[in-house]
């Protein structure tokens, strides 16, 4: 048997009478493996303290207290009884340490959804956060502290491990928190000894690492890959690899314009509802509301583009953008936790051409139309862009190439109680936010955001 | 303390505790090596600090503190083995000294190093390949259960422990041997 094989025998106390000996007698004669035995015998007692410690945290979540040194209480009784107290109380809080994970140190105008608590200062057990705004710092039990910027998503796994599903974080590893991991949806870095950065582009399926000081291991468990990062490099990962950076993350640029073409909507785009009572309209707004028990408080809107002279065959893709603005009308509770919303198109008008006022029963109806897409929105949120980016929509696009199109954008979702919240985007007259808007791509856009 | 002698140094009872709670990895991996077993080696390290405060008085200075407690320790350990008696696998009284001579090199920091380096290395492995490196400090017989539990025999489990260990010891090294280069060592 080899000699490294017969220490590692000999220190997990597998090794027998005569392995001993022979090992024994190997030890007198060779420095090198004298040094070996020395070098594995402290691995073993690091190995050990290692076992003591998870198997610490282990019962600290059941509760049970657990002796995590080896020096006994009773024996140092006889030493001195200020020195009992003051190991009694190491003991003690080592050993009874609650089932935390982490403490959320501070927040700078955080709001959250989670089911942990958020209050600065609470005790965090394993669980997910989701920062939607602001900045908060959590501070693993193991001393890694990570700062983390909204809008992101963190696990906390254990005082050890966290996993960053999107956003991003700087984490700073102290000495004691040294093999702290971070986990993102692709890969996870092993920290080192020092301070990184990681971001998460949830949509992109992207993530990338970035050492500010100190080293980290970054790997990729599909690939197998690892790199070592250290002084300023950095490292993006995707679904099929890594890249090495000699440096600092090239600065962030914006989704190029390049190859895009945008049209606002004409002026006039309006809504309807079910009872034509003018009084539940608003000239800034563009409604999308299904109620029950029958239509009278429905809301459909309706927008128009003037494509003339405008060629969109020269075109890969094109999308329709809908930003949405809050106006608390109705009740976000009373609606699905998910909303779906329908665009249909037709060429032409989408109104009354003799200026007369737009009526509910005489505007283009959804089975007069195309439907060319829907997208969701969750209920609890008031703003953002929407939209649709469809091969529907470029075909009809196509289809009407010249002219006038319009389009209808309908709630297909009930609300679940009356009072529902009436969704409301902003039209063309909106004083902040922009109107509909209809842009097109020479790639599809998912490429060009990448750029 | 009941010793006559006047106390030699200015150092407190926090200051014992202080110093022994930031020696004990680095005494406990340095009685390892000449013990066969960790029970032995608890033993000794509590019978250790006894002595250790005992005569802490005689302690000039914070900085001797480590290579006194080895001396102590050392002590502790040659004795725990002769009581052993030859029923024991024990290494022989001469290995032992040259072990003894040679363990007391490793210092504090080195000790530090080594598990920053341990924990990144452990880290790389597989849960169940970690567990089963932790699994001989987790109470007796835990790599037999993990060994009905796999399917395996306990002989292979053994095996398959030894070869992670070398890997494991490989990775800490090399962890090292960067980080000494690292630093400029």
Known sequence: MESDQLIHRYLIGEATAEEVAALDGLLAADPELRRKLIFEAGTDARLREIALERVADESAEKMAPVKVSFLSPVSLLSIAAGVVAFLGAYLWTASLKPEVVATLVSSEGASWESSLPTLPGSKLTAGSLNLTSGMATIRFRSGAEVVLEAPANLVLETPMRGKLLAGAAVIDVPDEAIGFIMETPDSYAVDHGTRFAVSVDEKESHSAFEVLEGEISVHHPVTGEEVRLSGRQSSTVSGDGMVKIDGPLPEKTLASTKGRVRIDASPGAFSVVGNNEVEYLHSDFLMAKKSLPNEAFDRRSLFTFDLTGFDPDRYASAGILLNLVPTGIGYAAHLPVVNRFQIYGRAGEAGPVDGSLPRWETVAKPEECELLGTFEIPRSQKRGTFGIETPELMAFLKAHPTGRVSFLLVRETLELERGGLVHTFASDSHPASSGPVLEFYQKPKSDHDTE | ?185
């Open chain 2, 1 to 185: 303390m009941e010793d006559s002698e006047q106390p030699r140094n200015q150092l407190s009872e926090g200051d014992f505790m202080r110093l022994l709670m930031k020696h004990e990895p680095a005494l406990r991996a340095f009685s390892r090596s000449l013990l066969p077993d960790w029970n032995l080696v608890d033993e000794v390290i509590q019978e250790a600090s006894l002595t250790l405060w005992e005569k802490f008085g005689q302690l000039e200075s914070e900085s001797g503190f480590l290579p006194w407690a080895k001396v102590v320790v050392r002590f502790k350990c040659l004795s725990a083995i002769r009581d052993l008696g030859r029923d024991r696998h024990v290494f022989s009284e001469g290995v032992l000294e040259l072990l003894a001579d040679e363990a007391a090199e490793m210092d504090v920091e080195d000790h530090a190093q080594a598990m920053r380096a341990l924990r990144v290395c452990l880290a790389k492995f597989s849960n169940p390949h970690q567990e089963l490196l932790l699994a001989p400090y987790s109470g007796d017989g835990r790599v037999r259960d993990l060994a009905i539990k796999s399917g395996k025999s306990a002989n292979a489990l053994y095996k398959l422990l030894g070869r992670l260990r070398e890997k494991l010891s490989g990775c800490v090294h090399e962890s090292i041997a960067r980080e000494g280069l690292a630093n400029g060592i």
